[in-house]
């Protein structure tokens, strides 16, 4: 099992993770304190293996001696962390560095820090890193040369647990305490060197050391300077973001993951929902007085389902309707848009969303849709009136038959448009209903043709129908209404002396009807914008859009949708164009074969 090492989890004064300028100087502050006044080396030995395994975050430390001539470290003086008790040659491996390879004689050679995994390779080459690995398991190793005036004073070797390298910032620690420990090995030198020869060991120690802690303590002003400098800028920067939120002009909420999970909301974010924002107020009982994000039909969000949180997840979301209930027992419609903020590497740290009120929209669309029907409704009752009238008049008098034709002719075509606002409302107000049930498709393509060809008998229309098509399930006169739309555009448009061609096929998991006439065509430009309300098309170049609203093909692609289906349109200009109807198959019951 891989261990995590002490060097990944080193705290600032907060807790949170300091920064690598404030962990150097409180280090080099550290190490400069706890070994003031220590020359004895019974006492600085274990104190130095002691300081590197805290400040460095090593799970083993261990400090090798070198000889007077300087050649290369020998013994082992000082060790911390796990026991290194262990049988036959590993212990000589640590004990007796010049008669084998090993990693802290690469460092001593080279005057400077050598690291490495204890890989395969490693614990072939190396026999201090193998005898570290038997001990710790998966491990980092790393050994430095103690050097003062040059002048190799012995060798600290590290290990980390983990199989992970030591983070960068931790060789500028290793540096700056290895010349710390150096010093202090070289002092402890002197001192002893000055009790033999019967001088005051403590006053010549200290002046030896002073030039040392000046630089320590010099180094530790400069980075807490560095420090202050950089918080205060921080801090600035934190102001003007807060005042830029505060003051937007569309309310914004911020969900901080990092931490405590903190939420920061503007004041435009507030006047809306009436209070603090629902993310503030967690896990309110049903019918507590609080602000509370729902659907557009009332029903309260979970926490789980909120936009923030959703998009701290990383499930973003753009243009989402949704309602504010207030304290007071108000709504306020909203669209909302959110999203994951993400660092360089692509992490979530938290998410943002923004809330724009809507009421001034929903209002008029309200207000349309109101209109809309009442007019509808008032038209229907004079059409009622003319239509009945015509009607016994054409019964009545042969003379008149047709002049009333004509009245119950366009009568019809009036009750038709009222039928399309009726529809083309209830699609725009998202409140179109079906009522699906299994359908002969063919049947009704059948019926749809004769009645198209008693109605306009100089158009001939094709019907072609594959074998096997199965019912599918839709509104049977919904169906009707979009397959007449379409005959009858056809009609209108298409090359008179060019039959319409209705084909009924199957197409995997759908069926497909089209309707294919001659003409004239459609313009490239306009396909896009063919399904759109109030569109209508001539039937030539100098001819006048024919009568009508312009929102046959969009109600029959309300339709369509409203069955889960597709509809779109094919044309080459001056040839054949085609509408297409695509609508699913209804899933076989689980067990059929």
């Not at 090993?102 to 050598?114: D, T």
Request: proline letters at 8%.
């Amino acid at each position: 099992m891989t261990r995590t090492s002490r060097h990944d989890r080193l705290p600032g004064a907060t807790g949170e993770p300091a920064s690598a300028t404030a962990q150097l100087a409180g280090a080099v502050a550290e190490a400069s304190a706890a070994l003031s006044g220590k020359l004895d080396p019974q006492e600085l030995h274990p104190t130095l293996v002691a300081l590197a395994a805290r400040l460095l975050g090593a799970d083993v430390a261990l400090l090798h001696d070198a000889p007077a001539d300087g050649a290369l470290p020998t013994r082992l003086l000082a060790s911390h962390g796990a026991p290194i008790a262990l049988p036959g040659e590993r212990t000589a491996a640590l004990d007796d560095l010049p008669s084998t390879p090993s990693l802290a004689r690469r460092a001593v050679e080279g005057r400077c820090v050598e690291h490495t995994a204890a890989d395969e390779a490693a614990r072939e080459r190396f026999h201090d890193v193998r005898a570290i690995e038997a001990c710790l398991g998966p491990c980092w190793v790393l050994c430095t040369p103690l050097l003062g005036a040059d002048r190799l004073l012995g060798v600290l070797t590290c290990a980390f647990a983990g199989s992970s390298a030591p983070p960068p910032e931790l060789l500028p620690r290793v540096q700056a305490l290895g010349a710390l420990f150096g010093l202090a090995l070289q002092a402890a030198e002197r001192a002893a060197e000055q009790r033999a020869e019967g001088l005051d060991a403590l006053d010549d120690a200290s002046a030896a050391r002073s030039p040392a802690l000046q630089r320590a303590q010099a180094l530790l002003q400069d980075a807490r300077a560095t420090l202050r400098e950089a918080d205060s800028r921080l801090a600035a920067e934190r102001e003007w973001l807060r005042i830029i939120i505060e003051d937007f002009p569309v309310a914004i909420a911020i969900f901080d993951e990092r931490g405590g999970r903190s939420l920061l909301a503007s004041r435009r974010c507030e006047q809306l929902c009436g209070g603090p924002h629902p993310l503030k107020t967690p896990g309110l009982p049903e019918g507590a007085p609080g602000v509370r994000l729902c659907e557009p039909a009332g029903r309260p969000l979970l926490h789980h389902e909120m936009p923030l949180v959703r998009a701290a997840r990383g499930q973003g979301t753009t243009c989402e309707e949704l309602w504010f209930r207030r304290p007071d027992g108000s709504y306020v419609p909203v669209i909302v848009s959110a999203g994951p903020i993400r660092d360089d590497q692509g992490a979530i740290l938290g998410a943002i969303a923004s809330y724009e009120d809507v009421t001034h929209y929903t209002e008029r669309a309200r207000l349309r849709e109101e209109w809309t029907s009442i007019v509808a409704h008032d038209l229907k009752q004079p059409l009622t009136a003319i239509s009945a009238y015509a009607g016994m008049l054409s019964r009545r008098s042969q003379d008149t038959s047709g002049w009333s034709q004509k009245i119950l002719a366009s009568a019809r075509r009036l009750e038709q448009m009222i039928d399309d606002l009726f529809d083309a409302s209830k699609i725009e107000a998202r409140r179109f209903s079906i009522d699906p049930r299994p359908t002969d498709l063919g049947a009704h393509l059948r019926a749809a043709v004769e009645l198209a060809a008693a109605e306009r008998p100089d158009r001939a229309v094709e019907l072609a129908i594959d074998e096997g098509v199965p019912p599918v399930l839709v509104d049977p006169a919904r169906m009707d209404q979009v397959i007449g739309n379409l005959l009858l555009n056809a009609a209108k448009y298409g090359d008179p002396g060019a039959p319409t061609r209705v084909t009924l096929s199957r197409r995997g998991a759908e069926v497909e009807v089209a309707v294919e006439s001659r003409g004239q065509g459609i313009p490239p430009g306009a396909l896009p914008r063919l399904f759109q309300r109030f569109q209508r098309l001539s039937s030539g170049p100098s001819s006048k859009a024919p009568p009508g609203t312009g929102l046959g093909l969009y109600i029959c692609k309300g339709i369509v949708e409203a069955h889960g289906g597709r509809i779109w349109a094919q044309s080459t200009p001056d040839e054949t164009t085609s509408f297409h109807v695509s609508l699913p198959l209804p899933e076989a019951p689980a067990g059929d074969g």
